[in-house]
C-alpha cells in the first residue's frame, strides 16, 4: 500500500435546488492515477473546486499529507503543492508562452531565466515546447502543454486533470500518457477527470465513480469493461445509438460552391475553396485537429459570418449573405463549440436561452413581446427530452454542469426540426451515456430527412453516425468519401492534409 495523499471525508456541498456532494469519501495515494468518474451533473466539478480551493464544503474535512487541509483559495491549495489543469484553456493569446506563464506565477523570475526553467522542464517530461512563441500560433495540444508545464513548475505533488484529451490528436494523447506515467513513478499522484473510459482504463490505476454527488463504487479500471464503468455511473444498461442503413439519397439539401473567408480574428483560419454537397437524411462527419477552421465554417454556416450569397444554397437558395435568424427561417440551425459564451448567454436563465435561438423558428414572440409561457415550454421540453439536470427553466445557464448544459444547448437546436443541422463538438464534454443519448438524437434527425454535418476532434464518433467524411486541414476541406470505406490510416492521411484521397489510398 502506498502512503495516502489526499483524504476527503464525508465532504458536502449544496447550492439551491441541488446537493452536488453529498457525504463524499476519497482516499488518494502518492504515485497513483486516481480516476474521478460520474455522468454529468454527479459532482465531480464542485468536488476538484473543493479540493482546490474555489469552493468551500459545507460539512466533511479533508487531510492532506496527514494535516488538516481547508485552503480559502486556490493559492492556498498551490503553496501546499497542489496544481490543476482546467478543462477550458485561460491563455492570452497575443502573448509568449513565458509570458502567459510569468502571469499565473505569484514570484516569476526574469523572463529569460523563467524561459530556460520552461525549455528544461519541457524536455524532461517530453513535452517540446519554445517559450517565445506566440499562443495564438499554437495549436490546441500545444496549448495544453503550456498549462501542464506551468504546473509542472510548481513541483506539484497532486496534479488534477479536467478531461486533458478532449481536443488532443491521438498522437497527443500518447504522448501526454507518456508524461503523466513519468509524473506517477516520481511519486506524483494524479487525479483524473475524464469521459473517454478507454482511457481511463490505459492509465489510471483506481477509479471512484459518483452519481447524483455520492460515491456508489470504486473499482480497479483494469479489471472492468468500458462498458461495465459507463453502466456504475449512470446506474442501468447503456444503451448504444442505432443507426439505419440509408437505402437511397435525398434531395441535396445544402451546396458549398468555392466557399472561402478571411479569417475573421488575428489567430483564425482562412476558409479556402471549399466545395461540398449535402443531402437530406445524410450525415456528413467533418474531422480535423483543432484551429483547422472548424469554427470559421460553423460561422460561415449559421450566418455569423457572411459570405458571397452563392457560396451556400439551402435547398437552391442562396443564402451566403443572409444573417443567422433569416437561416433559421429558412430551416438552418447550429451549434457551436464554446457553449457557455457562444452558444449560450451564461448569465441569462434556460428560458431566455432558448428564446434566442428558437424564436425564429418557433414563434416565440410576437410584435416584439414575448411569449414566456410558450418559451419556458419550449425550454421545458427540451430539458425533459434531453436529460438535463437542473431544477427549473429559470435557472442560469453559468450554474449548469459543463455536460448539462452541452445537452441543453444540442436538445434546443435539434426540438426546432431543422432541415439543415450544422454542430461542432456535439458530445465534447458529456459522459458516455448522454453521448449515446446525443448521437442517437442526430441520427433519428438525419432519418427524419434533415441533412447534417457534424464536426468532431471524435473519430470513434464520426465512424459510427456519419456516412461520408471529410477532413479539414488549414482551412481546406477533402473531397468526402463514404466512412465505411475508410481505414484509420486513411481517415489520419486525410487529417494531416492528404485532400487526394488517390494518394492517400496509395500512401495506406
Given at each position: 500500500?502506498?502512503?495516502?495523499?489526499?483524504?476527503?471525508e464525508?465532504?458536502?456541498?449544496?447550492y439551491?435546488?441541488v446537493?452536488?456532494?453529498?457525504?463524499?469519501?476519497?482516499?488518494?495515494?502518492?504515485?497513483e492515477?486516481?480516476?474521478?468518474?460520474?455522468?454529468?451533473?454527479?459532482?465531480?466539478s464542485?468536488?476538484?473546486?473543493?479540493?482546490?480551493?474555489?469552493?468551500?464544503?459545507?460539512?466533511g474535512?479533508?487531510?492532506?499529507?496527514?494535516?488538516?487541509?481547508?485552503?480559502?483559495?486556490?493559492r492556498?491549495?498551490?503553496?501546499?503543492?497542489?496544481a490543476?489543469?482546467?478543462?477550458?484553456?485561460?491563455?492570452?493569446?497575443?502573448?509568449?508562452?513565458?509570458?502567459?506563464?510569468?502571469?499565473?506565477?505569484?514570484?516569476?523570475?526574469?523572463?529569460?531565466?523563467?524561459?530556460?526553467?520552461?525549455?528544461?522542464?519541457?524536455?524532461?517530461?517530453?513535452?517540446p515546447?519554445?517559450?517565445?512563441?506566440?499562443?495564438?500560433?499554437?495549436?490546441?495540444?500545444?496549448?495544453?502543454?503550456?498549462?501542464i508545464?506551468?504546473?509542472?513548475?510548481?513541483?506539484?505533488?497532486?496534479?488534477?486533470?479536467?478531461?486533458?484529451?478532449?481536443?488532443?490528436?491521438?498522437?497527443?494523447?500518447?504522448?501526454?500518457?507518456?508524461?503523466?506515467?513519468?509524473?506517477?513513478?516520481?511519486?506524483t499522484?494524479?487525479?483524473?477527470?475524464?469521459?473517454?473510459?478507454?482511457?481511463?482504463?490505459?492509465?489510471?490505476?483506481?477509479?471512484?465513480?459518483?452519481?447524483?454527488?455520492?460515491?456508489?463504487?470504486?473499482?480497479?479500471?483494469?479489471?472492468?469493461s468500458?462498458?461495465?464503468?459507463?453502466?456504475?455511473?449512470?446506474?442501468?444498461?447503456?444503451?448504444?445509438?442505432?443507426?439505419?442503413?440509408?437505402?437511397?439519397?435525398?434531395?441535396?439539401?445544402?451546396?458549398?460552391?468555392?466557399?472561402?473567408?478571411?479569417?475573421?480574428?488575428a489567430?483564425?483560419?482562412?476558409?479556402?475553396?471549399?466545395?461540398?454537397?449535402?443531402?437530406?437524411?445524410e450525415?456528413?462527419?467533418?474531422?480535423?485537429?483543432?484551429g483547422?477552421?472548424?469554427?470559421?465554417?460553423?460561422?460561415?454556416?449559421?450566418?455569423?459570418?457572411?459570405?458571397?450569397?452563392n457560396?451556400?444554397q439551402?435547398?437552391?437558395?442562396?443564402?451566403?449573405?443572409?444573417?443567422?435568424?433569416?437561416?433559421?427561417?429558412?430551416?438552418?440551425?447550429?451549434?457551436?463549440?464554446?457553449?457557455?459564451?457562444?452558444?449560450?448567454?451564461?448569465d441569462?436563465?434556460?428560458t431566455?436561452?432558448?428564446?434566442?435561438?428558437?424564436?425564429?423558428r418557433?414563434?416565440?414572440?410576437?410584435?416584439?413581446?414575448?411569449?414566456?409561457?410558450?418559451?419556458?415550454?419550449?425550454?421545458?421540453?427540451?430539458?425533459?427530452r434531453?436529460?438535463?439536470?437542473?431544477?427549473?427553466t429559470?435557472?442560469?445557464?453559468?450554474?449548469?454542469?459543463?455536460?448539462?448544459?452541452?445537452?441543453?444547448?444540442i436538445?434546443?437546436?435539434?426540438?426546432?426540426?431543422p432541415?439543415?443541422?450544422?454542430?461542432?463538438?456535439?458530445?465534447?464534454?458529456?459522459?458516455?451515456?448522454?453521448?449515446?443519448?446525443?448521437?442517437?438524437?442526430?441520427?433519428?434527425?438525419?432519418?427524419?430527412?434533415?441533412?447534417?454535418?457534424?464536426i468532431s476532434?471524435?473519430?470513434?464518433?464520426?465512424?459510427?453516425?456519419?456516412?461520408?467524411?471529410?477532413?479539414?486541414?488549414?482551412?481546406?476541406?477533402?473531397?468526402?468519401?463514404?466512412?465505411?470505406?475508410?481505414?484509420?490510416?486513411?481517415i489520419?492521411?486525410?487529417?494531416?492534409?492528404?485532400?487526394?484521397?488517390?494518394?492517400?489510398?496509395?500512401?495506406?
Amino acid at each position: 500500500m502506498r502512503e495516502i495523499l489526499l483524504k476527503l471525508e464525508g465532504l458536502t456541498k449544496a447550492y439551491p435546488g441541488v446537493v452536488a456532494n453529498s457525504g463524499v469519501d476519497l482516499a488518494i495515494q502518492k504515485g497513483e492515477v486516481h480516476a474521478l468518474l460520474g455522468e454529468n451533473g454527479a459532482g465531480k466539478s464542485t468536488l476538484v473546486k473543493t479540493i482546490y480551493g474555489l469552493v468551500a464544503p459545507d460539512a466533511g474535512h479533508m487531510t492532506f499529507e496527514g494535516k488538516p487541509f481547508r485552503p480559502a483559495d486556490p493559492r492556498a491549495a498551490r503553496a501546499v503543492g497542489i496544481a490543476m489543469v482546467f478543462q477550458h484553456f485561460s491563455l492570452f493569446e497575443a502573448l509568449t508562452v513565458v509570458e502567459n506563464i510569468a502571469l499565473g506565477m505569484e514570484h516569476p523570475p526574469t523572463m529569460r531565466a523563467l524561459a530556460t526553467q520552461i525549455k528544461a522542464v519541457s524536455q524532461t517530461y517530453g513535452l517540446p515546447l519554445d517559450p517565445q512563441r506566440i499562443v495564438g500560433d499554437l495549436s490546441a495540444g500545444e496549448r495544453q502543454r503550456v498549462e501542464i508545464i506551468r504546473c509542472l513548475l510548481q513541483d506539484p505533488k497532486l496534479l488534477i486533470m479536467d478531461e486533458p484529451t478532449s481536443v488532443l490528436t491521438p498522437q497527443e494523447v500518447r504522448i501526454l500518457f507518456a508524461t503523466l506515467r513519468q509524473l506517477r513513478a516520481q511519486g506524483t499522484a494524479i487525479l483524473y477527470i475524464s469521459h473517454k473510459l478507454e482511457e481511463i482504463r490505459a492509465l489510471c490505476d483506481q477509479a471512484t465513480i459518483l452519481r447524483l454527488g455520492k460515491v456508489v463504487a470504486n473499482c480497479d479500471p483494469q479489471q472492468v469493461s468500458a462498458k461495465e464503468m459507463a453502466e456504475m455511473m449512470v446506474g442501468s444498461a447503456l444503451q448504444a445509438p442505432k443507426k439505419q442503413t440509408v437505402t437511397e439519397q435525398g434531395a441535396v439539401a445544402l451546396t458549398l460552391s468555392q466557399l472561402s473567408a478571411p479569417a475573421p480574428q488575428a489567430f483564425g483560419t482562412p476558409l479556402r475553396d471549399i466545395n461540398l454537397t449535402v443531402r437530406s437524411g445524410e450525415v456528413l462527419g467533418i474531422g480535423g485537429v483543432a484551429g483547422n477552421g472548424q469554427e470559421e465554417l460553423v460561422a460561415a454556416l449559421s450566418g455569423e459570418m457572411r459570405v458571397a450569397a452563392n457560396m451556400i444554397q439551402l435547398y437552391g437558395q442562396a443564402v451566403g449573405a443572409l444573417p443567422p435568424n433569416a437561416r433559421r427561417k429558412l430551416g438552418l440551425c447550429a451549434a457551436p463549440e464554446d457553449r457557455n459564451g457562444h452558444a449560450a448567454a451564461p448569465d441569462l436563465s434556460l428560458t431566455e436561452n432558448a428564446l434566442m435561438t428558437a424564436d425564429a423558428r418557433m414563434g416565440l414572440s410576437r410584435h416584439g413581446f414575448i411569449n414566456r409561457p410558450q418559451a419556458r415550454s419550449f425550454a421545458s421540453a427540451v430539458i425533459k427530452r434531453f436529460d438535463v439536470r437542473t431544477p427549473s427553466t429559470d435557472i442560469l445557464a453559468r450554474a449548469l454542469s459543463g455536460g448539462n448544459l452541452q445537452k441543453f444547448v444540442i436538445g434546443r437546436e435539434i426540438l426546432q426540426a431543422p432541415k439543415v443541422f450544422v454542430v461542432n463538438q456535439p458530445t465534447w464534454g458529456v459522459d458516455a451515456a448522454a453521448a449515446a443519448a446525443i448521437r442517437q438524437a442526430i441520427l433519428d434527425l438525419a432519418e427524419a430527412g434533415a441533412a447534417v454535418i457534424c464536426i468532431s476532434h471524435d473519430l470513434d464518433e464520426l465512424m459510427e453516425i456519419s456516412d461520408r467524411f471529410a477532413a479539414l486541414n488549414g482551412g481546406r476541406l477533402s473531397p468526402p468519401s463514404p466512412t465505411a470505406s475508410l481505414s484509420l490510416d486513411q481517415i489520419g492521411l486525410m487529417l494531416g492534409g492528404a485532400h487526394d484521397m488517390e494518394v492517400a489510398h496509395v500512401k495506406a
